[in-house]
C-alpha cells in the first residue's frame, strides 16, 4: 500500500481489518546469562520442562513447596465454572499466617523483613517476629472495630509500615482489603469505597512527599461526607495513623487513632483459617485505557503465583538477598511483589516512602548503596527519569552489590533498557522485564534471569506453567516475525476471579473477544526465535493507510536519538490516511531549550521524523511532533495516550482522574498554543 491510499479510520480490537501489527523495529542484541549466574540460579531450563510436562501437576508442585496449608487441597484446578477458576479450592490456608508466622516458627524471626526509610530520613527495621506482633495487634484492633471475615476494608495510606501492617491484618482476619493509592482525590476514593461497600477505612494524618507533609485524612473526611445524589456510606469507623502531626478534623465515635486501639491490642491472634477461594482483596486497575475496574483476586492460588514467580524470576535468596521494588502499595506490583510474593518467601526488603529526586535526585541510589540492594524491580517511566537527569547521579554511588534487576509497568524501550543494564547494573547485571496486569495477578511473561538469554525491550517468553501466544484476528497463532494480540490459553493460579460485583464485564472484557482465550488488551509480536514483544494497548494502536501501527516501536525509534528523554505516540484522525502519527516528546534536560524557538521547534521536528524515518521506515514518520515538558501519566506511571489524542484532535480532555499530576494537560495545552 502506498502512504496516500486512503482506509477505514481506527483499528478496533473487534474489527476484522487483516494485517495485524506491523513489525517495525529491528532489535538484535542478546545478553546471555554468565556461567557464574546460571550456576547459582533458582531456575534451571528444567523447570520449562516440568510445566510442560504436566502443568497441573506441576502447579499443585508450587502449591505445596511455596505455601502452608492448614488444610492440605486435594483438586488442582476447577474450570467448570469458566471463566471463573477455581484453584486448590477445597484446600484452607491464611496468606498472613504464609506471610509472616511460618518465618517465625522456622526460626527466622530475627531476620529484618524491612528496612523502612521515610522520606524526610527516619528510619525503623522491622523483623519478622515484631511483624508477626504488629499484625497480630492490628488484626485483634480491627476485630474490635467490628471487621469480621468478609468485610471489605479499605486502606488509604502512604508507604509506611503500617499500610503492610494493616494489608496484612485484613488477610488475617479474611477481610478482603483494597487498597487506593494515597495520592488520589477524595472523589475516587468515594466512589471505590462505595463500590466496595467498605465497613473501614484505615489512612494517615499524612505522609511525606517531595519534601514535605501531604495530608491523607482531609479527602476521607470529604469521601465520607455526605452528598447529594451519592448513596450513604457503608464505613462505621476510621482508623488512623499519626505519621505527619499534621492537624486532622476528627468525628467522635467513628474516628480511631491506630496508636490508641493498635498498640494496646494483644499480640496474640489466631489467624482465620480461609478456603483457598476466600476473596483476598479487590484492587482498581490504573484507568489507562478507561474507567478502573475493580478486580477481585482471591487467596490460595494468587499466593502460590505470587511467591512462585517472586522466588524464580528474581532469584531471590531469602538469607542473603536484600530486595527493593519502588512500587507504590497501591499499584498491583506492590501488592505482589512488596506484600505477598516477597513475604511468603521470607525475604528482606527495603520499604521506602517517598519520591526518587527527593531531596536529591540521587536518593534510590543512596538507598541501594546504604541497605547494599542486591534485587531492585522498578518501572520504565522511573528509568527514563534517570536518563533525563544524567548519568553521573547514580555513577556517584556504590550499586555493585546489585545482582539482579526487574521492569514493569509498561514496554521498556531499548534504549532505557540498555541504560538500565549500563548504569545500574554495571553493564552486566541480568534485567528482567516481566509483563502482567492487575487481572493476572503475577508475573505471566519475563525472562528467567539465569537461563534465558535476555534482549532489551522483549518480554520474551510466558513462564514454565504459564500459556500465552499471540494470535491474529481469527484467533490463529501468529508466525514468527508477525504481529497480533496477546491472549493468555490456559487458566492461571493468581488470575482474577472476576470484576467486584460485575461478572458480566467480566466476560464482557476479557473473554468475549475470542472464545475460551483471555483478551489481553495488549499487541505483541514474535520475533524470528518466538520471543514477545509487547506493542502497547490495542486501545492505542494506529492505523496509518491501512497499516497497523504499535506506539511502543515509534516511541522506542525516537526515544534511541540522543535528544529525547521520553515521547508519547497517538494516531490522529486524518482525512487523507485515516490516522496520521502524532508525536509528544521530551527533550533531555541539555538539549530542553532548542525546541523554544519557532526555528529551533521546526528543526527539531526534522531531525526527528527523519530519524523515525531511518529507525524503522517512512511510514512511522510523525506528521507532527509536539515538544512538551511533561506527558500525563497514571499514578503507576504509565503514559495516558488517550489524553493526548484529545489534544491532538482537539477535543475536551476525557476523564484524567487517574493522573498522578491534574496540573500536567494544562501546562502541555498551555506550551501548544501554537502547535506546527
Ligand atoms: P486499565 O486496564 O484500567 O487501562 P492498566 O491496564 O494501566 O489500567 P495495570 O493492570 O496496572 O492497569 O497495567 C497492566 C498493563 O501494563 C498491561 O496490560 C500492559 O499494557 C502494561 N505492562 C505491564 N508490564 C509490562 C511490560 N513489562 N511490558 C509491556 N507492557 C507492560
Ligand atoms: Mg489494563
Request: with cysteine; aromatic share 8%; net charge negative.
Amino acid at each position: 500500500m502506498t502512504e496516500t491510499q486512503p482506509t477505514t479510520p481506527a483499528a478496533q480490537p473487534g474489527g476484522s481489518s487483516s494485517p495485524s501489527l506491523e513489525n517495525l523495529l529491528h532489535e538484535t542484541r542478546a545478553f546471555p546469562p554468565s556461567a557464574e549466574f546460571a550456576a547459582q540460579a533458582n531456575a534451571g531450563a528444567d523447570l520449562y520442562a516440568a510445566a510442560q510436562a504436566d502443568r497441573l501437576g506441576f502447579w499443585a508442585q508450587q502449591a505445596n513447596d511455596l505455601i502452608t496449608w492448614q488444610t492440605p487441597f486435594t483438586e488442582t484446578l476447577d474450570w467448570s465454572g469458566a471463566p471463573v477458576a477455581r484453584w486448590f479450592a477445597d484446600g484452607k490456608l491464611n496468606a498472613a499466617y504464609n506471610a509472616v508466622d511460618r518465618h517465625v516458627e522456622a526460626g527466622h524471626g530475627d531476620r529484618v523483613a524491612f528496612h523502612f526509610e521515610g522520606e524526610p530520613g527516619d528510619t525503623r527495621t522491622v523483623t519478622y517476629a515484631e511483624l508477626q506482633r504488629e499484625v497480630s495487634r492490628a488484626a485483634n484492633a480491627l476485630t474490635a472495630l467490628g471487621v469480621t471475615s468478609g468485610d471489605r476494608v479499605v486502606v488509604y495510606l502512604p508507604m509506611l509500615v503500617e499500610s503492610v501492617v494493616a494489608m496484612l491484618a485484613c488477610a488475617r482476619i479474611g477481610a478482603p482489603h483494597s487498597v487506593v493509592f494515597g495520592g488520589f482525590s477524595a472523589d475516587a476514593l468515594r466512589s471505590r469505597i462505595a463500590d466496595a461497600g467498605a465497613k473501614v477505612v484505615v489512612t494517615a494524618d499524612g505522609g511525606y512527599r517531595k519534601g514535605g507533609a501531604s495530608a491523607l485524612k482531609p479527602a476521607v473526611d470529604e469521601a465520607l461526607a455526605p452528598k447529594e445524589g451519592a448513596p450513604a456510606t457503608t464505613v462505621e469507623h476510621v482508623l488512623v495513623v499519626r505519621r505527619t502531626e499534621q492537624e486532622v478534623a476528627w468525628t467522635e465515635g467513628r474516628d480511631v487513632w491506630w496508636h490508641d486501639i493498635v498498640d494496646s491490642a494483644s499480640d496474640q491472634h489466631e489467624p482465620v483459617w480461609v478456603e483457598a477461594e476466600h476473596p483476598l482483596f479487590i484492587l482498581y486497575t490504573s484507568g489507562t485505557t478507561g474507567k478502573p475496574k475493580g478486580i477481585l483476586h482471591t487467596t490460595g492460588g494468587y499466593l502460590t503465583q505470587a511467591a512462585y514467580t517472586h522466588r524464580y524470576v528474581f532469584d531471590l535468596k531469602p538469607e542473603s538477598d536484600v530486595y527493593w521494588c519502588t512500587a507504590d502499595i497501591g499499584w498491583v506490583t506492590g501488592h505482589s511483589y512488596i506484600v505477598y510474593g516477597p513475604l511468603t518467601n521470607g525475604a528482606t526488603q527495603v520499604l521506602y516512602e517517598g519520591t526518587p529526586d527527593t531531596p536529591h535526585k540521587g536518593r534510590w541510589w543512596e538507598l541501594v548503596q546504604k541497605y547494599s540492594v542486591t534485587i531492585f524491580y522498578t518501572a520504565p517511566t522511573a528509568i527514563r527519569a534517570c536518563m533525563k537527569w544524567g548519568d553521573d547521579i547514580p555513577a556517584s554511588f556504590d550499586l555493585s552489590s546489585l545482582r539482579v534487576l526487574g521492569s514493569v509497568g509498561e514496554p521498556i524501550n531499548p534504549e532505557a533498557w540498555m541504560w538500565y543494564r549500563e548504569h545500574i547494573g554495571g553493564g552486566s547485571v541480568p534485567i528482567v522485564d516481566t509483563w502482567w496486569q492487575t487481572e493476572t495477578g503475577a508475573i505471566m511473561i519475563s525472562p528467567l534471569p539465569g537461563v534465558t538469554a535476555t534482549k532489551p525491550g522483549s518480554a520474551q517468553v510466558a513462564l514454565p506453567g504459564i500459556s500465552a501466544e499471540v494470535v491474529d484476528d481469527e484467533a490463529r497463532a501468529v508466525p514468527n516475525g508477525s504481529g497480533g494480540y496477546l491472549v493468555l490459553t490456559e487458566p492461571w493460579p493468581s488470575m482474577l476471579r472476576g470484576i467486584w460485583g460485575d461478572l458480566e464485564r467480566y466476560q464482557e472484557t476479557y473473554w468475549s473477544r475470542y472464545e475460551g482465550l483471555y483478551f489481553a488488551g495488549d499487541g505483541a509480536k514474535k520475533d524470528e526465535d518466538g520471543d514477545i514483544w509487547l506493542l502497547g494497548r490495542v486501545d492505542d494502536v494506529m492505523n496509518v493507510s491501512g497499516h497497523r501501527l504499535s506506539t511502543t516501536e515509534i516511541e522506542s525509534a525516537l526515544v534511541s536519538n540522543e535528544i529525547v528523554a521520553e515521547a508519547a505516540v497517538v494516531g490522529a484522525a486524518d482525512e487523507t490516511t485515516g490516522q496520521a502519527v502524532v508525536a509528544f516528546v521530551i527533550l533531555r534536560g541539555e538539549h530542553a531549550d532548542r525546541a523554544s524557538s519557532d526555528d529551533g521547534a521546526a528543526a527539531v521536528q526534522t531531525e526527528l521524523r527523519n530519524h523515525v524515518a531511518k529507525e524503522i521506515g517512512p511510514i512511522a514518520k510523525p506528521k507532527r511532533i509536539l515538544v512538551v515538558p511533561e506527558l500525563p501519566k497514571t499514578r503507576s506511571g504509565k503514559i495516558m495516550r488517550r489524553l493526548l489524542r484529545d489534544i491532538a484532535e482537539d477535543r475536551q480532555v476525557g476523564d484524567a482522574t487517574t493522573l498522578a499530576d491534574s496540573t500536567v494537560m494544562d501546562k502541555i495545552a498551555a506550551g501548544l498554543k501554537a502547535p506546527a
